[in-house]
């Protein structure tokens, strides 16, 4: 097997997680190996270990196969159970440390940043400490969880010093990233907090080096679909076009599922269509028991890859009502835009954290926990929306979405080399 000249390492929780940074790690992949990278690995955890996290997952029998020359490594824990929680972490950070010291240009991208970017940190110093000294390139993107979920929780418990590592282990790398201008307003923000606390000077840092990379999404893979297929798909599920409301998405509360499933049990609507909730995550049996006397709501939670888009395109509306929790924002929404360029009936959401950013000016727009609200556009969009309008909010939802497109983002990503990261702050 030859040697490859350019290397691409993702660290990143990849499938079978349903989370739209997962996909997002799976398009970067695809696009470098268009783009001069030979060996292009997804540096990932193992099953079991995703399982015992409780995190929500595709079907393991459906995740769609990436191209040949992507290699999706999980390695084994390094230790035994007196290594409680860093087994799984050395694992990574060894098998990085194995493919650094091969004499290949390496680019090493880690998403989400607890703990992905620390065990980039850990075996890039590892490496340049024992001799291997081929080019190493580290780029970091901070996504929602990061900064909603991990550095605010740090703030509002009073824990700086787990802050300011993450920050700082951010600001090492020789590429800052955030997946929306909302995160990286969050970020600075954040930054400016603990320097108040701590008398350091990370605010002024990320103000001057943190820049915005977009998701990039496979835009073929929404648009252009098979008609027949789309018939198909909703044949198998009992559904017909126009005939429901979809959420797709995870099932969480901070997703509005609540907020829409009392919403959709006020409207008009509901006499002619369907609301189908698709997709897994912590709330789904709570909300099935909460629902099973309902026989206008449908759940499904083994929608793969494929068929994702073919519900997008046959459903009446798509609803995703995401309303800021203290746990976490929507830093983006990424299953905005993949409906957006899939077509069918119109998008509903909130502007909620990078929500604005995704969708333009071309959703129909209630504010977050507004249960009339949402009732309401359901209904204008399911009984008032003339063709017509529908036809042309499709149309524009489909150009703004298409900016988003995978390789358009990832050579804005890669267009420029930019300086290492300064130490000492």
């Known amino acids: 097997m030859n040697r490859p000249d350019r290397r ?6 990849a499938d079978p997680v349903i ?19 030979d060996d292009v690995r997804l540096l990932t955890w193992p099953i079991p270990a995703l399982q015992a996290a409780g995190l929500p997952l595709k079907p393991l029998d459906r995740i769609s196969p990436y191209s040949p020359g992507i290699t999706v490594e999980r390695p084994e824990p390094v230790g035994d159970y007196r290594v409680p929680d860093g087994r799984y972490i050395a694992g990574l950070t060894g098998r990085l440390v194995e493919l650094l010291a091969e004499p290949a240009t390496a680019t090493c991208l880690s998403l989400y ?15 340049r400490a024992v001799g291997y000294t081929t080019g190493i390139r580290t780029m970091a993107k901070a996504v929602g969880s990061d900064v909603t979920n991990v550095i605010r929780s740090c703030l509002r418990e009073g824990r700086f010093g787990a802050a300011v590592v993450l920050l700082t282990t951010f600001l090492a790398n ?8 909302y995160t990286r307003r969050e970020i600075i923000a954040s930054a400016e907090d603990v320097d108040r606390h701590c008398g350091t000077r990370l605010a002024e840092e990320c103000r001057r080096r943190v820049t915005v990379s977009y998701p990039p999404i496979d835009t073929a893979a929404y648009t252009g679909l098979d008609p027949s297929a789309v018939d198909a798909a909703l044949t198998r599920r009992g559904l017909e076009r126009d005939g429901y409301v979809l959420f797709l998405s995870r099932v969480t509360r901070a997703k509005g599922v609540y907020d829409l499933v009392e919403a959709f049990a006020r409207t008009r609507a509901r006499a002619r269509v369907r609301l189908v909730i698709a997709g897994n995550g912590p709330a789904l049996e709570h909300l099935r028991s909460t629902a099973h006397h309902d026989d206008r709501v449908v759940f499904l ?33 990424i ?19 990078g929500t604005g950013e995704a969708v333009g000016d071309t959703a129909l727009i209630v504010e977050a926990g507004d249960v009339a609200g949402l009732a309401a556009a359901i209904d204008h969009a399911v009984l008032g929306m003339p063709a017509g309008e529908r036809e042309l909010m499709a149309l524009r939802a489909r150009a703004h979405a298409m900016s988003f497109d995978r390789a358009r983002v990832f050579d804005e990503l890669f267009a420029t080399s930019k300086p290492a990261a300064l130490a000492g702050f």
Do not use: Q, W
């Not at 691409?8 to 929780?13: D, F, G, H, T």
């Not at 989370?19 to 990278?37: K, M």
């Open 8 to 13: 691409l390492v993702i660290v990143v929780r």
């Open 19 to 37: 989370c739209g940074h997962s996909g997002e790690a799976r398009n970067l992949a695809e696009v470098a190996l268009t783009r001069g990278f």
């Open 113 to 127: 940043l607890a703990p992905h970017t620390a065990v980039v940190a850990d075996a890039v110093a590892a490496a």
């Open 174 to 181: 020789d590429d800052v990233l955030a997946v929306s201008e």
């Open 301 to 333: 939670s083994d929608v793969d890859d494929e068929e994702k888009p073919l519900l997008m395109r046959g459903c009446a509306a798509y609803t995703l009502p995401t309303r800021p929790e203290p746990d976490f924002v929507e830093t983006f929404g």
């Open 335 to 353: 299953a905005l835009t993949e409906k957006m360029l899939a077509g069918g009936g119109p998008v509903i959401t909130t502007v909620t954290g």
